[in-house]
């Protein structure tokens, strides 16, 4: 049977620090027949990406905000329930932007669209690994970074969704790794499963690097900013390169997204480059990026770890708690029973699913 009602959260007020419980709100509104071209998708899984807390700013930066009283943007998969689009069959799974809600009018529109998952993928892992973590990964350690077996490479956050496989994407290239992560349990996740160092941010950091990295890191994949950046700075080898992915200890609030280090001249001294990035830039580089995602997991060369919690209602606390550091990996959101048995919150020492590899 056709569903005739959507459930979805749709901005109500911008916050200016942490996300409230009313930030957002619940709407339902009655689902149209479909045009042709359309086809109506059962949204199973969302994915939480810090980068989401500054579509809520007023202020666009790489992409427009979202508007109050808008459905939240947000990736998601789901299963076609109903279509008028020969592209999109029923019963297809299909990954895209789907926003927070239990219904999705989709057209196929190429790569930004809503798109079939590719044949043995598990739909969820086109939020992960195949998905915005593994692109930006991929892009910022092969294309910012161009890291090679001569690196020496700081991660930060590296028990995050991005910073954990790209430290193992460095790592596959022959670099030596260290990374940063907020606890003992994310520091053990790092070294035992995603298979590089690791030390914890509240420690002595810059001790770290320094008996790690004797004569400096030559590369650095960013996803802090704030005190971790200025670490950074300071134990730069001559020639480093700083690729700039993101700085959740800013909050990403409406005040701002952190301050500009108070050390930069480092990049002067040392001769470095620091980079900015966003992976959606890099569009010719999929293809290349694909192929070898798939070829690390098919070979059980790539781990990552998938933080699940349930229900629709749940998506607002979960995309919070990315900055009070309570997530291990890929943060998913599971919103109704279509999206059928998924894992659960993983342990330190867990190894997630490995078994999704696309056909590109």
């Given at each position: 049977?056709?569903?005739?009602?959507?459930?979805?959260?749709?901005?109500?007020?911008?916050?200016?620090?942490?996300?409230?419980?009313?930030?957002?709100?619940?709407?339902?509104?009655?689902?149209?027949?479909?045009?042709?071209?359309?086809?109506?998708?059962?949204?199973?899984?969302?994915?939480?990406?810090?980068?989401?807390?500054?579509?809520?700013?007023?202020?666009?930066?790489?992409?427009?905000?979202?508007?109050?009283?808008?459905?939240?943007?947000?990736?998601?998969?789901?299963?076609?329930?109903?279509?008028?689009?020969?592209?999109?069959?029923e019963g297809q799974w299909v990954?895209?932007?789907?926003?927070?809600?239990?219904?999705?009018?989709?057209?196929?529109?190429?790569?930004?669209?809503?798109?079939?998952?590719?044949?043995?993928?598990?739909?969820?892992?086109?939020?992960?690994?195949?998905?915005?973590?593994?692109?930006?990964?991929?892009?910022?350690?092969?294309?910012?970074?161009?890291?090679?077996?001569?690196?020496?490479?700081?991660?930060?956050?590296?028990?995050?969704?991005?910073?954990?496989?790209?430290?193992?994407?460095?790592?596959?290239?022959?670099?030596?790794?260290?990374?940063?992560?907020?606890?003992?349990?994310?520091?053990?996740?790092?070294?035992?499963?995603?298979?590089?160092?690791?030390?914890?941010?509240?420690?002595?950091?810059?001790?770290?690097?320094?008996?790690?990295?004797?004569?400096?890191?030559?590369?650095?994949?960013?996803?802090?900013?704030?005190?971790?950046?200025?670490?950074?700075?300071?134990?730069?080898?001559?020639?480093?390169?700083?690729?700039?992915?993101?700085?959740?200890?800013?909050?990403?609030?409406?005040?701002?997204?952190?301050?500009?280090?108070?050390?930069?001249?480092?990049?002067?001294?040392?001769?470095?480059?620091?980079?900015?990035?966003?992976?959606?830039?890099?569009?010719?580089?999929?293809p290349a990026a694909f192929g070898?995602?798939?070829?690390?997991?098919?070979?059980?060369?790539?781990?990552?770890?998938?933080?699940?919690?349930?229900?629709?209602?749940?998506?607002?606390?979960?995309?919070?708690?990315?900055?009070?550091?309570?997530?291990?990996?890929?943060?998913?959101?599971?919103?109704?029973?279509?999206?059928?048995?998924?894992?659960?919150?993983?342990?330190?020492?867990?190894?997630?699913?490995?078994?999704?590899?696309?056909?590109?």
């Amino acid at each position: 049977m056709v569903p005739t009602r959507n459930r979805r959260l749709v901005l109500r007020r911008r916050p200016t620090g942490r996300i409230a419980p009313d930030t957002f709100g619940v709407e339902t509104e009655p689902i149209g027949p479909l045009a042709d071209g359309e086809a109506l998708v059962e949204v199973a899984w969302l994915g939480i990406d810090a980068t989401q807390r500054t579509w809520l700013n007023p202020t666009s930066t790489y992409i427009d905000s979202v508007g109050v009283g808008e459905v939240m943007r947000g990736a998601g998969v789901g299963r076609v329930v109903a279509s008028r689009d020969p592209a999109l069959a029923e019963g297809q799974w299909v990954y895209g932007t789907l926003g927070w809600q239990e219904y999705a009018v989709a057209r196929g529109e190429g790569l930004f669209g809503v798109n079939p998952v590719p044949p043995g993928v598990d739909p969820r892992h086109m939020l992960s690994v195949f998905g915005v973590s593994g692109l930006t990964a991929y892009i910022g350690i092969e294309r910012v970074l161009r890291v090679t077996e001569d690196d020496v490479v700081l991660v930060t956050a590296a028990a995050g969704s991005v910073g954990s496989l790209a430290g193992q994407i460095a790592t596959l290239r022959g670099a030596r790794v260290i990374g940063t992560a907020g606890s003992a349990s994310k520091v053990d996740w790092v070294r035992d499963v995603a298979g590089f160092d690791c030390v914890d941010y509240h420690d002595d950091v810059g001790k770290a690097l320094g008996a790690f990295a004797s004569d400096g890191v030559t590369a650095v994949f960013d996803n802090v900013g704030g005190p971790l950046l200025e670490t950074a700075l300071d134990h730069l080898a001559l020639h480093a390169r700083i690729a700039l992915c993101g700085s959740v200890s800013s909050g990403y609030t409406a005040s701002g997204y952190g301050r500009g280090p108070a050390n930069y001249m480092q990049l002067a001294f040392r001769r470095a480059r620091m980079e900015g990035f966003i992976f959606l830039d890099h569009v010719a580089d999929f293809p290349a990026a694909f192929g070898d995602l798939a070829g690390w997991v098919g070979a059980g060369r790539l781990r990552w770890a998938e933080d699940v919690v349930d229900g629709l209602d749940a998506a607002p606390a979960a995309l919070q708690g990315l900055f009070d550091g309570t997530n291990l990996g890929k943060r998913l959101v599971r919103v109704g029973a279509g999206a059928g048995p998924g894992p659960l919150r993983r342990t330190s020492r867990d190894v997630p699913h490995q078994d999704a590899v696309p056909r590109v």
